[in-house]
């Protein structure tokens, strides 16, 4: 007797076509079953959450291609600078040092030591923090209502600029004042959106561990504040969860101000010869900054910043361009660095995203509208001669008959973020041979670039003529440099090569003298015997240093002179031999002969 369909199936009875099928499946699983389930492959079945992902989240797929990126590139040239510089600093810990917080030289003396002195472990650290910024440009552009587009717009434009890619090559003090800015920004937005001050603490965290690292997080909390009296939501400064997000940031920033005061606060003379040395004409500021984001994308950037305005439901974002043109003119009338704004970049990024995604929908809207004239309020055709009629007009569209064609709007802007992203790779990355790099102009473009390549060299000088010392006078002989970049280069390169540790009277190498040797004397980078006679005796010129590939930068050309000794003690000398100044200049400043 067969079951009529108004009975209930059992408990393991098949309930579904589907699950017919797998039952047959398992019943039969042999060549002749036709029933057989076949298993989803495992790539295709990882594919499909990802793929969900990079449709929600595109900012997350721009951050993990960027990273491969920055880390593919990280060991091509060699050590910069300023990181030369944190390496011997974080080996004197403490609260403060003249040109900057803790943070920087502490944890990368740390990484350097962890990771066994390799360069791409350290600039792993960077790249993170680079594309951290970028998933946060991403994120507010979807936090102030923006959908995947303007997502993956405000990511790849914050991915394109000079900028990121910059700061997340090099571990410099901009890497994570870049982050805490841009993470302040967002929990800003998030309070204002959601009427919740409670996201007023974890930005008072956030500009705490900014101002571990850089001072400039405070000028952009204070422009923000500003912003928020003038534009709202003005509620947020009255809230006592405001009040209790400056308590981190007061307690992060409270030992640095403590160590600036209790040695005459050198930061201000370290900031007046950056201004003595900054663009001091408008245009020429303005240019530095476009170039530190993205010259070829500048359209999006100050699209974002007229749309924030324009738009009543950016209402909430307004905070965002006030305290950027704030800060913008801060700089300006200070005479900053042009880049000292770009701590505002994922925002404005952000904000850029927005428009970008308005502009493409309003070239979809273009396309959907009939034309006058061409029937689209008539009666509607149906059949075939309707679909074919419908077909050629489609046809006419795509190829011009129609106001613009679809993908035009896409492809322009595709081809301005691809062309941005090109440019700023090239210049601010090392996939330029470094042999190549001075016939590239790369160096004019972006100096920073070009400070990767030589210091090996420099060392190398340095310990020939060290090997022209007798060996019964070396315990007592100095290395003294002009700066902290051939003072880290000696310390760093020159520790494999037996060389022992340098002095320099530049910023924080102040701290770390005088010297307690009374020999010879090897002096890096001072022009010539006859600038330094007033401190040094009997110098002659021993070696120039040569980087090989003919690239001018400070490295190139430094002369390597040869001291019998001092002409007084080095207590003595060295409060004249102390500077702050940021010129790397080839002088003795303030040593007069007596």
């Known amino acids: 007797m067969s079951l009529s369909h108004t009975e209930p199936r059992g408990a393991g009875a098949p309930t579904s076509t589907r699950d017919r099928r797998e039952a047959q499946g398992v019943a039969g699983t042999g060549p002749g079953a036709t029933g057989a389930v076949r298993p989803r492959p495992v790539h295709r079945a990882c594919a499909v959450p990802v793929a969900r992902l990079a449709r929600r989240r595109p900012e997350l797929v721009v951050a993990a291609g960027l990273f491969g990126l920055l880390m593919a590139t ?16 974080g080996a004197e810990p403490a609260w403060g040092y003249p040109d900057q917080p803790a943070f920087n030289p502490v944890a990368v003396h740390a990484l350097f030591t962890l990771g066994g002195g390799r360069l791409e472990v350290v600039r792993a650290v960077a790249a993170l923090a680079s594309c951290a910024a970028v998933v946060v440009a991403g994120s507010l552009a979807g936090l102030l209502g923006g959908g995947p587009t303007a997502r993956l717009v405000a990511a790849s434009l914050w991915a394109a600029s000079g900028t990121a890619l910059t700061t997340g090559h090099l571990f410099v003090t901009g890497t994570f004042d870049v982050l805490a800015t841009a993470v302040l920004c967002w929990c800003l937005v998030r309070a204002g959106t959601t009427a919740d001050p409670r996201w007023m603490v974890p930005a008072g965290l956030a500009l705490g561990l900014g101002l571990t690292n850089k001072m400039l997080v405070g000028v952009a909390a204070g422009c923000l504040a500003v912003a928020v009296l003038l534009v709202g939501p003005r509620w947020l400064l009255r809230s ?3 009040a209790l997000g400056a308590v981190p940031a007061l307690l992060a920033v409270a030992p640095y101000l403590h160590w600036q005061a209790t040695h005459g606060w050198p930061q201000a003379e370290v900031a007046d010869s950056i201004a003595a040395l900054a663009e001091s004409r408008p245009l020429g500021q303005l240019w530095g900054q476009a170039t530190m984001l993205a010259a ?5 950037f100050v699209g974002g910043l007229w749309y924030v305005f324009r738009a009543g439901r950016l209402r909430p974002a307004r905070v965002l361009g006030v305290g950027y043109l704030l800060m913008l003119a801060l700089v300006m ?5 042009g880049y000292y704004t770009c701590g505002m970049g994922p925002a404005l990024a952000a904000l850029g995203g927005l428009a970008g995604e308005r502009w493409l929908a309003r070239g979809r809207r273009a396309i959907a509208a009939p034309r006058p004239g061409s029937g689209g309020g008539g009666p509607r055709t149906t059949g075939e001669g309707g679909r074919r009629a419908a077909g050629e007009g489609g046809r006419r569209a795509a190829g011009g008959g129609g106001r613009r064609r679809l993908p035009r ?3 322009a802007l595709a081809t301005v973020l691809a062309v941005a992203f090109m440019v700023d790779v090239l210049c601010c990355l090392p996939v330029i041979p470094a042999r190549h790099l001075e016939a590239s102009g790369v160096g004019r473009l972006n100096p920073m670039i070009v400070e990767e390549v030589g210091w090996p060299e420099l060392a190398d000088t340095v310990s020939r003529v060290w090997q022209q010392i007798p060996p019964a006078d070396r315990d007592q002989a100095v290395i003294f ?4 970049s051939n003072a880290g280069a000696v310390d760093v390169y020159g520790a494999p090569l037996g060389l022992p540790r340098a002095f320099s009277g530049h910023t924080g190498y102040a701290r770390w003298g005088p010297p307690t040797g009374t020999g010879p004397v090897l002096l890096v980078g001072f022009e010539s015997p006859a600038v330094v006679s007033a401190a040094f005796r009997d110098c002659r010129r021993a070696a120039v240093v040569d980087n090989g590939v003919g690239l001018s930068n400070n490295a190139q050309g430094q002369p390597v002179l040869l001291c019998a000794g001092t002409t007084r003690p080095w207590p003595e000398l060295w409060p004249a031999l102390v500077h702050y100044d940021l010129g790397y200049g080839r002088t003795l400043p303030g040593v007069r002969g007596g």
């Open 74 to 89: 990280a060991g091509r040239y060699g050590w910069f600078i300023d990181e030369l510089y944190f390496i011997r600093a």
């Open 240 to 242: 006592w969860w405001t």
């Open 296 to 300: 070829p994308a500048l359209p999006l």
């Open 333 to 337: 009338v200070m005479r900053g660095r």
């Open 409 to 411: 709007r896409p492809a």
């Open 481 to 484: 440099t002009t700066n902290y």
